[in-house]
């Protein structure tokens, strides 16, 4: 089946902690996306990568990294300078990033609880 | 700087009506947009995509519709169900990225 997996799909960390989660899809798309979701805020985007070997902040980067070495993987890494990571992350991918016509397809998410 | 608004934040029905959620955005210069449904816990799925040269995409008991000029997109969701209750999203496609609404609420009892 064609999809995008994340992993774990529940995560607890200690303040002072990095960690990393996991994002793989296998439809051949270029460019994927993560954001992160709180109550009551919507979406909001945290970095995207149009191609490998790229990627740009999104409205929330702070405190987060991430890397495209590989098409189909786009893992992400919170890092301790992240001050309020408790949130349900999103991981998600389209074909192209500006091909107008393309449907965005979204992982089942990871939440992240910090202790 | 585009932003999307959803109203009602939450719409509790009885089975059989049908409804309409709004969606509204300050930049009419989008691309696309579409409309997702998340349930609890869950990823989005995607609904419907409606392109910028598009009025309308239907989709079952799903209908959306889109005026560029006044910024405004509707859900028309015919004869509701139990199963139909969720978080509806609009989301517009600016340049490279999504920018998403905060979601309406959906819950329709039997």
């Known amino acids: 089946d064609g999809g995008i997996t994340q992993s774990p799909k529940y995560l607890f960390r200690k303040e002072g902690q990095n960690v990393t989660l996991s994002c793989e899809q296998n439809?051949?798309?270029?460019?994927m996306y993560w954001y992160r979701q709180d109550p009551g805020q919507g979406l909001r985007l945290i970095y995207y990568?149009?191609?490998?070997?790229?990627?740009q902040k999104g409205d929330i980067a702070e405190g987060y990294s991430v890397s495209r070495e590989k098409k189909e993987s786009f893992p992400l890494t919170v890092t301790s300078a992240q001050k309020n990571p408790t949130a349900f992350y999103l991981c998600?991918?389209?074909?192209?990033?500006?091909?107008?016509?393309?449907?965005?397809?979204f992982g089942p998410g990871t939440r992240l609880t910090v202790l | 700087k585009q932003e999307v608004t959803q109203i009602p934040a939450a719409l509790s029905v009885p089975e059989g009506e049908n409804l309409v959620l709004n969606c509204s955005f300050t930049d009419s210069a989008i691309y696309n947009l579409q409309w997702f449904r998340q349930d609890p816990g869950k990823g989005l799925t995607s609904l419907l995509l409606?392109?910028?040269?598009?009025r309308e995409q239907t989709s079952g008991r799903l209908n959306a519709s889109l005026d560029k000029s006044s910024g405004r997109s509707t859900l028309y969701i015919a004869a509701s169900q139990p199963g139909d209750s969720a978080t509806y999203l609009c989301a517009v496609f600016n340049t490279d990225k999504l920018i998403f609404g905060t979601g309406t609420r959906l819950q329709v009892f039997p």
């Open positions: 409606i392109q910028s040269s598009q």
């Open positions: 439809l051949n798309h270029d460019a």
């Open positions: 998600a991918s389209r074909l192209s990033a500006g091909a107008f016509t393309d449907t965005q397809y």
């Open positions: 990568s149009q191609i490998v070997n790229d990627f």
